[in-house]
Every structure is written in structure tokens, then in C-alpha cells.
């Protein structure tokens, strides 16, 4: 499977019942989420995933429409099952709900106001020239 900025092409084909997701992903490389979600800070070591990562899982199943942080593993078509889902969002793969739910709540309100703060500044329109 090979992977660029603008484009996933995949030499075998894999459905997903999230194809969404995927486009949600593809807009949100071209406005820079992933690598500005990549630089919140939040104090938690990396064991197999780095928290940033959760945070977008987090995202990830918000943007699915999960009513429940559970809902991530388990449900009808559980999100941490979906390979095409993490492959698309650059995730190793997806971590099960109570992973998320750590990280979670080590992500301080302080860390999210800057992170928006920032955001907003540089996405605004005279920031970026137009």
C-alpha cells in the first residue's frame, strides 16, 4: 500500500463501512489536522501508540458518529476493526476504547485553548495570503 499526501492507493481492495472517514481524512491533510494534532501536548508516555494518536482516534470516532467512547471496539462495525480507517488517518492501527479514554483526560483544557488558539490564528484568511 502506498501513501501520499493527495492520494491512498491500495494494490488489493478492502472495503469499510466508514468510507467517510476517508474523505474526512483527505481534507484534512490538505488543511495540516494531522500534523497540527501531532504537536498537542499532553503528558503521557508512549508505549505502543503516541498519545497524539489517540486524540485522533478520538477524532476519528467522533467524526463516525459514535455516541459512546465504546463504540470505537465494539457495536456493529467497530472502528478499531476497520484497517483502511487506520491506514487512512497514518494510525498503526486503532487502540481499544479505554486506551482513548486515558489519554483523554490527560489532555488539559490549557493544552486545547492553545491548540485552538493557534489553529484559528493560522487558518484564518490573512494568515494564509488569501
Known sequence: ????????????????????LIVWVHFGRTIGLLER???IP??????????QEKVIEFLVG?????????NLSEGPAPLTRDTEVAVAWK????????????????VTTRACKGWLR????SSSPSSTGQ
Open 42 to 51: 499532553i503528558a503521557q508516555k508512549k508505549v505502543l501508540r503516541a498519545p
Open 37 to 39: 494534532l501531532a504537536k
Open 91 to 106: 494510525l498503526q492501527s486503532m487502540t481499544d476504547a479505554s486506551g482513548v479514554s486515558r489519554t483523554r483526560r490527560r
Open 62 to 70: 467522533l467524526l463516525s458518529g459514535m455516541e459512546y467512547l465504546t
Open 1 to 20: 500500500m502506498t501513501q501520499s499526501n493527495s492520494t491512498l492507493t491500495s494494490h488489493e481492495t478492502n472495503l469499510t463501512q466508514h468510507a467517510m
Open 118 to 121: 493557534h489553529w484559528m490564528q
